[in-house]
């Protein structure tokens, strides 16, 4: 379990020595670090911590120390020219070396928050259309039902279209609706159906069934919605949401007979323990059981699951794998398990330099995920977000559940926030 860093004691740098756990009190773009807080390992982070101006602001942590500071070595006054202009040389290539290893690091951070602020303007959109067509299917399906298969096509063009497809656990949102559900399924759907080969025209039937499967639940009042414990009669008439998202959707005649399916399939399993039909096996198709997978994922994530809590993002994942493997399909369960990774964007982590982090994307590595650094000294929008695949020194330790975090760390991570997904697509790497 993590446990809170003791008090940071000063020291000067010419007391750095292998083993300190430091703490480097400067702004994150003046040092070359990935992280302002470190165990010291090699004699070049004492050279570069050495060249930097850390006068007053360099400590270093006893309890996270296997060693004790050096001797503090005053400025030695230089008795020759040349051995003066050779230690001023050295130190200008170091100073340079420096400068550019920050150079690099900021260039690195800009391309990660570009593509993360592509994602969230690209949600902030879908969000908007979303809400509103979903809001307006009841009541206007067709103008309701063509909003929706053009936002559907537009996404599953770009991520049919485009190698690199990214995913991004977006900030913290405080608007309510039925945008979040269907938006967070609709990307997790499209990037495991695109990983099973979909072509653009599945996966965008992929991505219009995905939007529009919970539409029915307007149609079902709150306090059945909320209810922690339905009564028969109640619980079957939650589960008439199915039926009148089907119908929502075949009245807009923006849905194909494979996107229907799909909607009227969600509830249904592999072994044919759903509802409402009980159908199973190869009765269900393969967009039917994608879609299956996230809804459950996505639910149990959710701050507005009917019973208990929601669970940790890892947690959900190994619940499924365990428990219902029989009732999901196992090979795509697989997929997304693979796609999201060991720790599965919205997990808090340890890492190994003592540094904690909010997992924000999957990385290549299902063990070295993109990660926002907890850093209290700036506001959230602003701390800098590390790609532990190119970190090798660095790596996660532990997933934490949110119980075992200080008060002032678990607002600021805010690991229990409702998870939104999005997607972002560079095309000039494709």
Same mark, same amino acid.
């Given at each position: 379990?993590?446990?809170?860093?003791?008090?940071?004691?000063?020291?000067?740098?010419? +007391?750095?020595?292998?083993?300190?756990?430091?703490?480097?009190?400067?702004?994150?773009? #003046?040092?070359?670090?990935?992280?302002?807080?470190?165990?010291?390992?090699?004699?070049?982070?004492?050279?570069?911590? +050495?060249?930097?101006?850390?006068?007053?602001?360099?400590?270093?942590?006893?309890?996270?120390?296997?060693?004790?500071?050096?001797?503090?070595?005053?400025?030695?006054?230089?008795?020759?020219?040349?051995?003066?202009?050779?230690? $001023?040389?050295?130190?200008?290539?170091?100073? %340079?070396?420096?400068?550019?290893?920050?150079?690099?690091?900021?260039?690195?951070?800009?391309?990660?928050?570009?593509?993360?602020?592509?994602?969230?303007?690209?949600?902030?959109?879908?969000?908007?259309?979303?809400? %509103?067509?979903?809001?307006?299917?009841?009541?206007?399906?067709?103008?309701?039902?063509?909003?929706?298969?053009?936002?559907?096509?537009?996404?599953?063009?770009?991520?049919?279209?485009?190698?690199?497809?990214?995913?991004?656990?977006?900030?913290?949102?405080?608007?309510?609706?039925? +945008?979040?559900?269907?938006?967070?399924?609709?990307?997790?759907?499209?990037?495991?159906?695109?990983?099973?080969?979909?072509? #653009?025209?599945?996966?965008?039937?992929?991505?219009?069934?995905?939007?529009?499967?919970?539409?029915?639940?307007?149609?079902?009042?709150?306090?059945?919605?909320?209810? &922690?414990?339905?009564?028969?009669?109640?619980?079957?008439?939650?589960?008439?949401?199915?039926?009148?998202? &089907?119908?929502?959707?075949?009245?807009?005649?923006?849905?194909?007979?494979?996107?229907?399916?799909?909607?009227?399939?969600?509830? #249904?399993?592999?072994?044919?323990?759903?509802?409402? $039909?009980?159908?199973?096996?190869?009765?269900?198709?393969?967009?039917?059981?994608?879609?299956?997978?996230?809804?459950?994922?996505?639910?149990?994530?959710?701050?507005?699951?009917?019973?208990?809590?929601?669970?940790?993002?890892?947690?959900?994942?190994? %619940?499924?794998? $365990?428990?219902?493997?029989?009732?999901?399909?196992?090979?795509?369960?697989?997929?997304?398990?693979?796609?999201?990774?060991?720790?599965?964007?919205? %997990?808090?982590?340890?890492?190994?330099?003592?540094?904690?982090?909010?997992?924000?994307?999957?990385?290549?590595?299902?063990?070295?995920?993109?990660?926002?650094?907890?850093?209290?000294?700036?506001?959230?929008?602003?701390?800098? &977000?590390?790609?532990?695949?190119?970190?090798?020194?660095?790596?996660?330790?532990?997933?934490? $559940?949110?119980?075992?975090?200080?008060?002032?760390?678990?607002?600021?991570?805010?690991?229990?926030?409702?998870?939104?997904?999005?997607?972002?697509?560079? #095309?000039?790497?494709?």
């Amino acid at each position: 379990m993590w446990k809170k860093l003791g008090a940071p004691v000063p020291i000067d740098a010419s +007391q750095v020595v292998i083993g300190l756990y430091i703490w480097l009190d400067l702004k994150w773009d #003046e040092h070359p670090f990935v992280s302002s807080r470190f165990m010291v390992k090699t004699s070049k982070q004492i050279s570069i911590i +050495q060249s930097l101006e850390t006068e007053g602001k360099l400590y270093y942590d006893s309890e996270q120390s296997t060693a004790q500071p050096g001797p503090l070595i005053s400025k030695p006054l230089l008795e020759h020219e040349a051995k003066a202009a050779e230690e $001023r040389a050295a130190k200008e290539a170091l100073v %340079t070396e420096v400068l550019a290893l920050e150079k690099a690091k900021v260039a690195k951070q800009k391309a990660l928050r570009d593509a993360a602020l592509r994602a969230d303007q690209a949600w902030a959109n879908a969000a908007r259309a979303t809400k %509103t067509a979903l809001n307006e299917l009841p009541r206007s399906p067709k103008v309701a039902g063509k909003q929706l298969m053009d936002l559907s096509s537009e996404a599953a063009s770009l991520v049919s279209k485009n190698r690199e497809v990214l995913l991004h656990l977006l900030g913290d949102k405080k608007e309510q609706g039925p +945008q979040f559900h269907g938006l967070n399924c609709m990307t997790l759907a499209m990037l495991i159906g695109k990983s099973a080969g979909m072509n #653009e025209r599945a996966l965008a039937d992929l991505s219009l069934a995905a939007l529009a499967h919970d539409a029915g639940e307007s149609q079902i009042p709150q306090q059945i919605l909320k209810s &922690t414990q339905r009564k028969k009669h109640e619980e079957d008439f939650f589960r008439q949401h199915v039926n009148f998202s &089907t119908k929502f959707a075949e009245e807009s005649s923006a849905f194909s007979p494979e996107a229907l399916a799909m909607i009227a399939d969600h509830h #249904e399993a592999i072994d044919g323990s759903g509802w409402p $039909r009980g159908k199973k096996g190869e009765s269900l198709s393969v967009g039917a059981r994608i879609l299956a997978i996230v809804d459950r994922y996505d639910t149990l994530c959710s701050p507005d699951i009917p019973k208990g809590v929601p669970m940790m993002p890892a947690e959900a994942l190994a %619940t499924m794998f $365990r428990h219902e493997s029989t009732r999901l399909d196992s090979a795509l369960l697989s997929v997304m398990i693979k796609l999201l990774g060991v720790f599965p964007p919205g %997990t808090a982590v340890q890492l190994s330099d003592g540094s904690l982090a909010l997992v924000i994307a999957p990385g290549a590595n299902s063990l070295k995920p993109m990660v926002l650094l907890y850093s209290p000294e700036v506001s959230k929008d602003d701390a800098p &977000t590390v790609d532990l695949a190119g970190e090798p020194e660095i790596k996660i330790v532990e997933a934490i $559940r949110p119980s075992a975090l200080p008060l002032d760390v678990l607002e600021w991570l805010n690991p229990q926030q409702r998870l939104s997904y999005f997607f972002s697509v560079d #095309e000039g790497k494709n």
